[in-house]
Nanobody, 130 residues
Framework: QVQLVESGGGLVQPGGSLRLSCVSS????????ITWFRQPPGREREAVSC???????????NYAASAKGRFTISRDSTRNTVYLQINNLRPEDSATYYC????????????????????WGQGTTVTVSS
């Protein structure tokens, strides 16, 4: 069964950091591009970052404007996990974070609005509040 499972969310104070994890099963996490999304309460879901498949040359990452500078996406193939490190958290980062794959290998289109993603995780919630 193909599945993605996120974890690592929680309540954090402004200025703090979190590392979210996305573990795949049914496929290797380095076979396809993995994209992180977030959906704040009452708002639309947006793609924030993605990482290409390990066989894609050159390996690449992509970030939405809202994520540049504070978000870092990475992958540990030995753990079949993609991470999203978020530093200097702000209240506006509060959202449910999801990982997904569209079974592509590049990062050129992962942030496109309306793009179809076949596999989604259940999400992990991040709340930034003092």
């Amino acid at each position: 069964q193909v599945q993605l499972v996120e974890s690592g969310g929680g309540l954090v104070q402004p200025g703090g950091s979190l590392r979210l994890s996305c573990v795949s099963s049914g496929f290797k996490v380095d076979e396809y591009t993995i994209t992180w999304f977030r959906q704040p309460p009452g708002r639309e879901r947006e793609a924030v970052s993605c990482i290409s498949a390990s066989d894609y040359t050159p390996q690449s990452t992509n970030y939405a404007a809202s994520a540049k500078g504070r978000f870092t996406i990475s992958r540990d193939s030995t753990r079949n996990t993609v991470y999203l490190q978020i530093n200097n958290l702000r209240p506006e980062d509060s959202a449910t974070y999801y990982c997904a794959t569209d079974y592509t290998i590049a990062t050129t289109k992962c942030l496109d609005r309306g793009r179809y993603f076949e596999v989604w995780g259940q999400g992990t919630t991040v709340t930034v509040s003092s």
